[in-house]
Nanobody
Framework: QVQLVESGGGLVQAGGSLRLSCAAS????????MGWFRQVPGKEREFVAN????????YYADSVKGRFTISRDNAKNTVYLQMNSLEPEDTAVYYCAGRTRAGTRLYKASQYDYWGQGTQVTVSS
């Protein structure tokens, strides 16, 4: 059983920064890719960014490109999302997700196998 625990959310003013962390644990943790998604009430979960554990290649949604950076620490089994120049539109619950199998174009929530509990990010104007 794999567990993902997010942390780092909070309240920040527009233009500010936050760093989210996602720590993975479990007796047989193995992941091909990790992703960050976000969700606001009444809307579907939206892709933000993902990263491959091996090689570290990354991909971003257009809405966050140039402002957010995803990274990983393999030794700590932890993935980060550095969020800069935050906007009120970034307000959402942010979820960390993991996928065990290889794949491409991993932009859909249904393509991921396990999820964290989410952390709230609120950006005030």
């Amino acid at each position: 059983q794999v567990q993902l625990v997010e942390s780092g959310g909070g309240l920040v003013q527009a233009g500010g920064s936050l760093r989210l962390s996602c720590a993975a644990s479990g007796s047989t943790f193995s992941s091909y890719a990790m992703g960050w998604f976000r969700q606001v009430p009444g809307k579907e979960r939206e892709f933000v960014a993902n990263i491959r554990w091996s090689g570290g290649s990354t991909y971003y949604a257009d809405s966050v490109k140039g402002r957010f950076t995803i990274s990983r620490d393999n030794a700590k089994n932890t993935v980060y999302l550095q969020m800069n120049s935050l906007e009120p539109e970034d307000t959402a619950v942010y979820y960390c997700a993991g996928r065990t199998r290889a794949g491409t174009r991993l932009y859909k929530a249904s393509q991921y196998d396990y999820w964290g509990q989410g952390t709230q990010v609120t950006v005030s104007s």
